[in-house]
T-cell receptor
């Protein structure tokens, strides 16, 4: 079974540009999460999809970030325009969504974003 | 409010020595607790999790963790370190009415030959 995949693995852009990150969850997983780790800090929650609906987007930093999940499958996270403080590693995770609390989340390898 | 504290951003042990990585949490409700490991250029991999069953949880690769409610701790241990254990380890908590994880800042484990 394929794991969570993320594309690209690395991205270097200039301040003011736009970047789109993609996440493909494990097939059949209803829950999809985005997290971010700024250098040296903890991994922080950004948002949570259940199928195609946003369940919780309390962690989104500001309106420069837009997340979508088309048809309840893959998800994209767009940053427009990018700022220096957006640099970090963006992780995607998915879980089955059978309704059990404390479900295991399966993480992708992350996208390393550097904004210059 | 939920939070996780991992004492020691870097821990170094000799091969064959005990590994002890500390995790303390604060949670307004009984939590679910997780340890994940990240090897270089890979995603986070689940080591073990506590879900209110047995307080001593055994995970993969010989790791285990004990949930101590009175100490609000969930420390990760392994009796004998192996070179392949060198990685970054993350403790995470999720309260029982949400699914989002709150992570600690991570501990990088170095294993010396």
């Amino acid at each position: 079974e394929a794991g969570v995949t993320q594309f690209p693995s690395h991205s270097v852009i200039e301040k003011g540009q736009t970047v789109t990150l993609r996440c493909d969850p494990i097939s059949g997983h209803d829950n999809l999460y985005w997290y971010r780790r700024v250098m040296g800090k903890e991994i922080k929650f950004l948002l949570h999809f259940v199928k195609e609906s946003k369940q919780d987007e309390s962690g989104m930093p500001n309106n420069r970030f837009l997340a979508e999940r088309t048809g309840g499958t893959y998800s994209t996270l767009k940053v427009q325009p990018a700022e220096l403080e957006d640099s970090g590693v963006y992780f995607c995770a998915s879980s089955q969504g059978t309704g059990g609390l404390g479900e295991t989340q399966y993480f992708g390898p992350g996208t390393r974003l550097l904004v210059l | 409010a939920q939070s996780v504290t991992q004492l020691g951003s870097h821990v170094s042990v000799s091969e064959g020595a005990l590994v002890l990585l500390r995790c303390n949490y604060s949670s307004s409700v009984p939590p679910y607790l997780f340890w994940y490991v990240q090897y270089p250029n890979q995603g986070l991999q689940l080591l073990l999790k506590y879900t209110s069953a047995a307080t001593l949880v055994k995970g993969i690769n010989g790791f285990e963790a004990e949930f101590k409610k009175s100490e609000t701790s969930f420390h990760l241990t392994k009796p004998s370190a192996h070179m392949s254990d060198a990685a970054e380890y993350f403790c995470a908590v999720t309260p029982n009415h949400f699914n989002k994880f709150y992570f600690g800042s991570g501990t990088k484990l170095n294993v010396k030959p």
